[in-house]
């Protein structure tokens, strides 16, 4: 409830006029100049995306909120079928239900091409407030894991650089410790359901409170990347059979 609230302190009523009146708008001018010749065609799409930049970042870089995630350069398929996610009411967050409702699938792929495609710079985070005990325990559950309590490492699925595996898997940097770590808890509680595989789930019902406090904290700390691409698909083989986050 907390990130509603914060969420329409920060945009008044009038901000979310604006931003639907973009977002309808950029919709239904956006037919006839797809229809056009793409050598004349306006870049509609970013400013269509004009209604998701107020959250995301000029770039989908990451909000200036500290609960915005990060778009840019997640695995396109990942970020569309997210948004099906958002509009059909698996994954809930009030304002993005209710800016996609309705919206078709060919224009959730056209936006999520566009924030596959950004390069943005990775956003300055706080440096996470825990001990050096708990940085240790974040880092090894990310690249090690732990057998013995049946925990694969995150980067086992991630990436052995946490920058995403396509076409499913989302990078897990530039990312906020508060957003990680709510995405964590709504796995292992189920009111983050994911349709295409339930990989997520099954690892994050292994994480105790503690160890996901732990990781998210780590990952939080972790510099840019130098290579911020999510790794090819199939170029992993993933610690759990899950479908390799195969979307459709
Ligand atoms: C009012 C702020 C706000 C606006 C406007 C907004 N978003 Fe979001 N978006 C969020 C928040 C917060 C989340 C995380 C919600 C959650 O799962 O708790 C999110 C999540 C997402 C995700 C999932 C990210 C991931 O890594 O899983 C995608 C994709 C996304 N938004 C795209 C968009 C697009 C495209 C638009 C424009 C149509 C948009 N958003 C508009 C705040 C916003
Ligand atoms: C067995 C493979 C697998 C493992 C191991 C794994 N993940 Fe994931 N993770 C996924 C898949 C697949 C998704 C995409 C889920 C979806 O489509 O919503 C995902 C999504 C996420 C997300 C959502 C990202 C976002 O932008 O919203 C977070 C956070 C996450 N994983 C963290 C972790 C952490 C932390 C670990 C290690 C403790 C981990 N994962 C281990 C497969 C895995």
């Known amino acids: 409830m907390m990130k509603v609230d914060r969420c329409s302190a920060f945009l008044s009523r009038a901000g979310w006029v604006a931003i639907l009146a973009a977002l309808v708008s950029g919709y239904v001018t956006s037919e006839p100049v797809l229809a056009q010749s793409s050598v004349?065609?306006?870049?509609?799409?970013?400013?269509?995306?004009?209604?998701?930049?107020?959250?995301?970042?000029?770039?989908?870089?990451?909000?200036?909120?500290?609960y915005f995630p990060r778009l840019a350069g997640k695995p396109s398929a990942y970020l569309f079928h997210q948004l099906v996610a958002f509009r059909d009411g698996q994954r809930k967050y009030p304002p993005m239900n209710y800016l996609l409702a309705y919206l078709p699938d060919s224009y959730l792929r056209e936006m999520a091409d566009y924030f596959a495609a950004q390069h943005a710079p990775f956003p300055e985070l706080p440096r996470p407030d825990v001990s050096p005990e708990v940085m240790g325990l974040g880092k090894k559950l990310a690249m090690e894991g732990d057998e013995t309590r049946h925990i694969p490492s995150c980067a086992a699925c991630h990436g052995p650089t946490l920058t995403g595996v396509e076409p499913g898997i989302p990078s897990l940097l530039g990312l906020h410790s508060k957003y990680i770590s709510a995405q964590l808890g709504a796995s292992r509680y189920g009111t983050r359901v994911i349709t295409t595989s339930q990989c997520m789930q099954k690892v994050a019902s292994q994480l105790s409170e503690e160890d996901i406090a732990a990781v998210s904290a780590w990952l939080s700390s972790l510099p840019a990347p130098e290579n911020p691409a999510p790794a090819s698909a199939g170029s992993l083989k993933l610690a759990l059979t899950c479908d390799s986050g195969e979307v459709k």
Do not use: F, I
């Open 40 to 66: 004349t065609a306006p870049d509609s799409t970013a400013t269509r995306v004009m209604a998701c930049t107020a959250c995301h970042g000029e770039k989908g870089q990451g909000g200036r909120d500290d």
